[in-house]
């Protein structure tokens, strides 16, 4: 799997990288824009687009449908990123089905990344028969069906109402994704199930929840947060399921902040000369 990637902010002097990943049907530079231009200074700001996303070639069928296989491409980018800008340390932050191969990644890829962060996802997302229910529906008959239900689920009515063209965008993504590619990714999200896998991850970890965000449920975050050891788990009020987009702000000074407490923590445990 070749996934797409564009490097945001070439010129910065920050001494670290930061891939990050959108949701399902989600547009990388739609979502993560805001974020990222807060994050100028502090990392080189990598986004990155699933098959059949934003200018993405469609998903290649020789590519199973899990979660592991997405994580393997993301580490390609990873390594096409630093024979480009050097071998800074690298973290990863995915929103929603980015948070949930944020897992995998933190779970097989440890010794080459820095930190992870898991936006408003799980070790589990939903149900695997709606998973599936929902892969032959958009098969069938595209993703525009969606779209007024997962904007109820991705915003609150007062964000909506605030920002109907930041919302419109943002829908956009969903709309414009290739259905079948789309699809696979539900199929990805059905197989997806870490809880048993959870207290072997030391990669550091921090959780980013939504305190309104009806798709994934605070309390499954809060079993992924018990479960790592050192995780840390944050939850930003009145924010439903797209926080990048709602709360860029918050969203941006906790990463800021993890980034600098695993940098520090890591100069600290260098061995004396």
């Known amino acids: 799997m070749d996934l797409t990637w564009d490097l945001y902010n070439p010129a910065s002097r920050a001494g670290r990288i930061l891939v990050v990943a959108p949701s399902i049907g989600g547009n990388c530079s739609h979502q993560w824009a805001k974020v990222a231009e807060l994050l100028t200074s502090d990392a080189l700001v990598v986004f990155v687009d699933y098959p059949g996303h934003a200018l993405s070639e469609v998903w290649n069928d020789e590519d199973e449908p899990t979660l592991d296989v997405v994580a393997s491409a993301i580490m390609d980018v990873v390594h096409e990123v630093r024979e480009q800008v050097g071998e800074l340390p690298v973290f990863f932050a995915g929103l929603s089905i980015g948070g949930a191969t944020g897992l995998h990644l933190a779970r097989d890829h440890a010794d080459e990344l820095a930190g992870v962060a898991v936006l408003c996802s799980a070790?589990?997302?939903?149900?695997?028969?709606?998973?599936?229910?929902?892969?032959?529906?958009?098969?069938?008959?595209?993703?525009?069906?969606?779209?007024?239900?997962?904007?109820?689920?991705?915003?609150?009515?007062?964000?909506?109402?605030?920002?109907?063209?930041?919302?419109?965008?943002?829908?956009?993504?969903?709309?414009?994704?290739?259905?079948?590619?789309?699809?696979?990714?539900?199929?990805?999200?059905?197989?997806?199930?870490?809880?048993?896998?959870?207290?072997?991850?030391?990669?550091?970890?921090?959780?980013?929840?939504?305190?309104?965000?009806?798709?994934?449920?605070?309390?499954?975050?809060?079993?992924?947060?018990?479960?790592?050891?050192?995780?840390?788990l944050s939850v930003i009020p009145e924010a439903a399921h797209q926080v990048t987009v709602a709360a860029p702000d918050t969203t941006a000074n906790l990463l800021r902040a993890f980034m600098d407490r695993v940098t520090r923590q890591a100069r600290t445990e260098l061995p004396d000369d």
Request: aromatic residues 6%; charged residues 25%.
């Open 123 to 232: 070790a589990t997302v939903g149900e695997p028969d709606r998973w599936f229910e929902r892969a032959e529906l958009v098969e069938t008959s595209g993703t525009q069906q969606l779209l007024e239900e997962t904007s109820k689920r991705w915003f609150t009515p007062a964000f909506k109402a605030a920002n109907p063209r930041v919302t419109t965008t943002i829908m956009e993504g969903l709309a414009a994704a290739d259905d079948h590619s789309y699809a696979q990714l539900c199929r990805c999200l059905a197989h997806h199930d870490l809880r048993a896998d959870l207290r072997d991850i030391r990669c550091p970890l921090l959780l980013i929840a939504g305190e309104r965000d009806s798709s994934t449920p605070i309390a499954n975050q809060e079993l992924v947060a018990a479960s790592v050891p050192g995780a840390q």
